[in-house]
């Protein structure tokens, strides 16, 4: 990691950036079209779009979106995403971290992510279904996992996410 690193909210400027960040590290462009779909949709927070930046260029992203556990508001955990040749240095979990601390700060309670089973767990998550909390579609039960960002307990109920994740 470089000592320059900063950790903020997205801005105008970083909207290419993140794109080029996000298609670099997934090697397909769906994920990056994702995310610029999720800033057009009304679930999108600008606030809980956060990235790091090193060098004076955007390296790491990660967003959050408004989505429903049943009919209480959460938070969904969007693509995290980091520049191939800054991978394996902590910068994904910096930038999680930053989102997560920023949401609490906003009062929000609830987070879900549909992810890598072995990487969310050090953030708090845990398997979804334990707190009653499911999908409509096929899913891996340890790959849906659930934060309680306040200590309260976690909703129950069937995920609504914003439309553009397509599910």
Do not use: N
């Not at 090193?54 to 390296?59: D, N, Q």
């Amino acid at each position: 990691m470089t000592d320059d690193l900063t950790l903020r909210a997205e801005k105008a400027g970083d909207v290419a950036a993140i794109r080029a960040v996000t298609a670099a590290a997934f090697g397909r462009p769906e994920e990056a079209d994702l995310v610029e779909a999720l800033r057009r949709d009304p679930a999108w927070m600008p606030a809980l779009s956060r990235v790091a930046v090193s060098g004076g260029r955007v390296v790491a992203h990660a967003l959050l979106t408004r989505c429903l556990v049943g009919e209480t508001p959460a938070l969904a955990l969007g693509p995290v995403a980091v520049l191939p040749e800054t991978q394996r240095q902590g910068l994904g979990t910096l930038v999680v971290e930053d989102a997560l601390r920023e949401a609490r700060e906003r009062g929000e309670s609830a987070v879900i992510v549909l992810g890598h089973p072995p990487y969310y767990p050090r953030f708090g998550f845990t398997i979804a279904s334990r707190h009653g909390i499911g999908v409509t579609f096929d899913v891996p039960d340890e790959a849906l996992m659930a934060l309680s960002l306040d200590g309260a307990p976690l909703p129950s109920g069937t995920i609504r996410y914003a439309p553009p994740f397509g599910v």
